[in-house]
């Protein structure tokens, strides 16, 4: 697993030589550096990649010149920048003959404050509800598995002839009326008939809209379990368990540790639909990862004021650098204080609240005679008890 405890940044300024060929050019490079070892190891580590971003701009290549601060980076490597609450290991069970002897596990804080479960060798698979309401209705939502405000099915060009009726319409009965001589009240009263109407059939169809959505977020549920179902049927060795998340499901492979760069994770992040960007960051950062704790945004806490949404600091490791200080140490240090009391209050409200529900185990024939190992047992006890799954709390 890629998740340094050490992380600094360094940021130095370039000027290419002039030669008669071409003229002189500047450049601020900036890159992080990170360590298992100490700060300082972190901040030589992160000059030492300038250097050699350096050494590309001064041969003419198209460098990135200033790294964001991004929670991932899939494009160009950078492993987690998350900060570690804990770690720990699960013994294997001694009778396996499994090479990977130990579970590693460690918990980390996310960008918006959530604790996270990184997992080495225990695969948890992500599937959100958009991409399965686009695998099962592409008819009816749009890639990002929401429903468009104008059905797929519906052509654009009746919409826009129905407004250039009324519109005609309109005119028509302004016309007859100047001609007559009549009171406008008249027109007035046409156009707030013919609004209610409209105003009608849109709430009609906003209704009907939301009911389907309701009705096709139910059937994915009865979808991942068959799904499952007709898994372990196929490969009788494997055994799996579904838990439902407050925007979709995770399910974690119980019959025997596995590394993420497996060939058979790929098949089953393909099989279940897994989140691309789950699959993505997890075979680049060689971990499984499963949120524990509540989003701020969904608890009650945060629409109460009780709590704000942003955890404060976010970018907390980075105060110290001297190359980039863009802010006072007296601000800083109330920053950090204000984190801190923000992970106070979020650690005591998200006790209200649980991260996963769990649905059901599944087994194939061979796996529902095997053993469970004692390292996977004991990570999922684990997990269970530190998202809540068997609590009657609402999902966050």
């Not at 994915?220 to 494997?238: A, C, G, S, W, Y």
């Not at 209200?352 to 990570?379: P, T």
């Amino acid at each position: 697993m890629l998740i340094p405890k050490y992380w600094a940044q360094y940021k130095q300024r370039f000027e290419s030589l002039e030669t008669s060929s071409k003229s002189s050019k500047q450049a601020t490079i900036k890159r992080y550096g990170w360590s298992d070892v100490s700060q300082a190891e972190a901040l030589s580590h992160a000059k030492s990649r300038v250097s050699e971003a350096h050494n590309c701009w001064l041969a003419g290549e198209d460098i990135l010149r200033r790294e964001r601060r991004e929670e991932y980076n899939a494009s160009n490597g950078i492993p987690i920048r998350e900060e570690i609450i804990s770690e720990r290991d699960f013994p294997e069970n001694e009778l396996s003959n499994n090479s990977a002897a130990v579970t590693k596990l460690i918990v980390t804080r996310n960008s918006y404050g959530a604790q996270v479960a990184n997992v080495d060798n225990i695969a948890i698979i992500d599937v959100d509800n958009k991409d399965l309401l686009g695998h099962l209705y592409p008819e009816h939502y749009s890639p990002n598995g929401f429903m468009p405000a104008i059905p797929t099915y519906q052509s654009k060009p009746s919409s826009k002839l129905k407004i250039w009726v009324f519109i005609l319409v309109f005119i028509l009965i302004a016309s007859v009326i100047a001609w007559l001589g009549l009171s406008w009240l008249w027109l007035l009263a046409v156009m707030f008939g013919v609004t209610t109407y409209l105003w009608k059939q849109a709430s009609q169809r906003d209704k009907a809209r939301a009911q389907k959505y309701t009705d096709d977020i139910a059937s994915l549920q009865p979808f991942m379990t068959d799904l499952i179902k007709k898994r372990v049927v196929n490969h009788p060795t494997e055994r799996f368990r579904l838990y439902q998340t407050p925007a979709g499901f995770r399910i974690i492979a119980t019959h025997d540790t596995i590394a993420p760069s497996d060939e058979l994770v790929a098949e089953w992040f393909e099989y279940f639909h897994a989140d691309a960007n789950y699959v993505r960051l997890s075979q680049i950062q060689q971990c499984f990862r499963a949120r524990l704790t509540a989003k701020p945004w969904r608890m009650s806490e945060v629409e109460n004021k009780k709590l704000v949404k942003d955890i404060p600091a976010k970018n907390f490791w980075f105060g110290s650098d001297n190359t980039d200080v863009e802010n006072s140490i007296e601000q800083r240090q109330d920053e950090l204080k204000a984190r801190k009391q923000w992970i106070v209050d979020y650690d005591r409200f998200v006790k209200g609240y649980r991260a996963c529900h769990y649905v059901e185990s599944f087994a194939g024939r061979k796996a529902s005679h095997q053993l469970e190992s004692v390292a996977i047992k004991a990570f999922v006890d684990w997990h269970d008890r530190a998202c809540r799954v068997d609590k009657a709390l609402p999902m966050a």
